[in-house]
């Protein structure tokens, strides 16, 4: 893409002008160098603008109807009178780095809605199947007027936990009548999840839907809540039925933890404590990324991974000799 100057995606920003928008956020996921300093400068200038948003993580099981039900959710919004930005993360190839990137076409209704902005982005292979750069695409899309942020994430696992620590409200969607529900999650999850929506509960799946919710709720009377303020809630809701069973309850449910997170003071300093999170990853993968380009380790790397793979040298000797190789006056 051709760079442009800061105060054109700066503007653009501001002026919630989708097209301008969609071009900050690929210049914030371009990994060229000249690319990410121009894209650091707009975000400090952005700043200011940002922080007043609802932000909703979104993750479940596979099959539970994620992107059905952010379209469900996201049209009701827009309809009545909230901008709405989601940031569907799919998952990438481990091989290629290509992405499915097929969330716009499962969301027809809510793509094509004047208030609504969709963004799809390859997680390329982070934890999570968090975007690198979902932060700061968030960051944008509040600047740009957005109240409501979605970020879907891919599948459950302990990597999910990840979008905890950049959303408001972490929703778990699960279904019913799969068998032990609990087998397809993960506690780590579980214990970071401010809601649990059993979703598909319409037709004859109504009374799995209510067993599922039982349990679940069971499930949670064993952990004990991450915040004094709230208790993790169990529901039901249907996507598909006509007026969306439920939908806007979870909604509902998401304000009034908000509000009480607020009144609390307790939503300010969760979002300080993210600030630090996101800065202490940042600075983890950016050590990583200049160790394996640092000149010494890239003469020695393989040598010493060949005497590892013989047996030659144990990986804990192998980690230090490499670690200890850079001298102090170079560093990183």
């Known amino acids: 893409m051709t760079l442009k100057d800061d105060q054109y995606y700066i503007d653009g920003v501001l002026a919630r002008d989708k097209r301008i928008v969609a071009k900050t956020i690929t210049l914030i996921e371009s990994s060229l160098s000249a690319h990410q300093q121009v894209a650091r400068r707009i975000i400090n200038r952005l700043l200011p603008e ?49 992405s499915v990137l097929a969330d716009k076409t ?14 799809p982005s390859p997680s390329g292979g982070t934890l999570g199947g968090v975007a690198r750069k979902t ?71 109504v009374e799995r839907a209510e067993r599922a919710r ?28 006509g007026r969306s ?13 908000r509000e009480r997170f607020s009144t609390s003071g307790a939503l300010e300093g969760k979002r300080r404590q993210q600030s630090l999170d996101w800065m202490w990853s940042l600075l983890e993968e950016g050590l990583k990324e200049r160790f394996f380009h ?3 380790i890239v003469d020695r790397l393989p040598r010493i991974k060949r005497d590892v793979e013989n047996g030659e040298i144990s990986p804990t000797a192998a980690a230090d000799e490499l670690l200890f190789s850079l001298d102090n006056t170079q560093g990183l």
């Not at 940002?50 to 932000?55: K, Y």
């Not at 499962?106 to 963004?119: D, G, P, Y």
């Open 50 to 98: 940002t922080g007043r948003a609802v932000r909703l993580g979104i993750s479940g099981v596979p099959g539970a109807g994620k992107s059905t039900f952010i379209e469900s959710l996201g049209t009701q919004l827009t309809g009545s009178g909230h901008r709405v930005a989601v940031l569907a993360v799919d998952p990438s190839s481990k091989r290629s780095g290509g």
């Open 214 to 241: 039982k349990q679940y709720e069971n499930a949670l009377h064993y952990l004990i809540p991450t915040s004094p303020v709230w208790t993790p809630r169990v529901m039901t809701c249907s996507s598909l039925e």
């Open 294 to 296: 640092n000149p010494k």
């Open 135 to 205: 932060r700061e695409t968030m960051l944008v899309c509040e600047a740009a007027g957005y109240d409501v942020i979605i970020v879907e994430t891919v599948g459950v696992g302990q990597s999910e936990t990840t979008v905890a620590s950049m959303v408001d409200f972490f929703l778990l969607l699960m279904i019913a009548g799969a068998g032990d529900e609990l087998q397809g999650i993960k506690k780590g999850v579980l214990e970071v999840a401010d809601a649990i929506a059993v979703n598909k509960a319409d037709g004859d799946n």
């Open 106 to 119: 499962r969301m027809e209704k809510l793509s094509v809605a004047k208030n609504a902005f969709i963004r």
């Open 245 to 257: 069973a439920g939908i806007m309850d979870i909604w509902d449910t998401v304000l009034t933890h």
